[in-house]
């Protein structure tokens, strides 16, 4: 069972609070995930990674569930290597006051070989992988500031004869559990019962981050667009949704950046009123 959230990505660093809708950052009970779609346009690679923090039943300490799949945007083929299990390199490291630690795999990973070997992915096809990485081998009583997971892939580039080995990277920070920063963009939301299964959401709040292009969030099956002030940063919208049950769902938060970087949040909410 997911248990808890890592929120956090690149530039986003993302913080709720709210009046009667509440987002229990503190007991952190809810199921969610955070999600990056990172198109890299020059290179032909699109990474979409997913990161979710779940119980690991032999160890106190949670291990983090990495998906990563790897689309070939482009019209041509594009060949890469590998020389291990994967096409994707992951590395998950935890950084505190200084210092890092890279995270294992579990005991039972698949011992690879260390085979170099050529790989050609044809437009549109992808390179999907799942990836367990334990912190049971963190130092005892420590809180990382932020893991950093770093993903590349390695291609070819040039005539047959003269190919070069170049490295697609994509670097994500990750703050560990619910522990939010609100220096890039904060929202306040309230909601109250309507009759007839309907909700009214008031969401308001602050971008800080120039490079957000839209926010929008979705509560049911509709979907609000936060229209941020291009001056001060600032956004607040009323809107009313039609409830699919007797309770709020958890919503889903999109943020566009001005470069197509897309991140998706599923953030848990619950209505304090009831």
């Avoid at 995270?103 to 170099?116: F, G, R, S, T």
């Avoid at 490079?211 to 009313?240: A, C, H």
């Amino acid at each position: 069972m997911f248990r808890k959230i890592v929120h956090s990505l690149v530039c986003l660093l993302l913080v709720m609070t709210a009046g009667a809708v509440n987002v229990n950052a503190a007991e952190a009970k809810a199921t969610g995930m955070f999600f990056i779609d990172k198109p890299l346009k020059k290179e032909g690679l699109r990474f979409q990674v997913t990161v979710t923090e779940i119980d690991n039943p032999k160890y106190d300490s949670p291990t983090y569930h990495v998906n990563t799949i790897v689309t070939n945007i482009s019209r041509k083929p594009i060949t890469y290597t590998t020389g291990h299990c994967y096409g994707v390199t992951t590395r998950l490291e935890a950084y505190a006051s200084g210092d890092s630690w890279e995270l294992p795999y579990p005991e039972n990973e698949p011992v690879c070989p260390p085979v170099i070997q050529e790989k050609t992915l044809k437009p549109g096809r992808t390179i999907e992988q799942d990836e367990y990485f334990r912190t049971d081998e963190l130092p005892d009583d420590l809180t990382p500031d932020y893991f950093q997971l770093n993903s590349s892939v390695h291609i070819l580039v040039g005539p047959e004869d003269e190919r070069k080995e170049e490295f697609v990277k994509m670097q994500t920070k990750l703050l560990p559990g619910l522990a939010l920063n609100p220096d890039e963009i904060e929202i306040q939301s309230e909601s109250s019962k309507l009759p007839k299964s309907y909700y009214e959401l008031k969401v308001t709040g602050k971008a800080s981050n120039k490079d957000i292009k839209s926010v929008t969030i979705q509560v049911f099956n509709t979907i609000i667009t936060l229209r941020i002030d291009s001056k001060s940063g600032e956004f607040s919208t009323k809107k009313k949704v039609k409830a699919k049950g007797p309770s709020l769902q958890s919503g889903v938060l999109e943020v566009t950046y001005k470069d197509g970087t897309k991140h998706i949040y599923n953030i848990p909410i619950e209505n304090s009123s009831n």
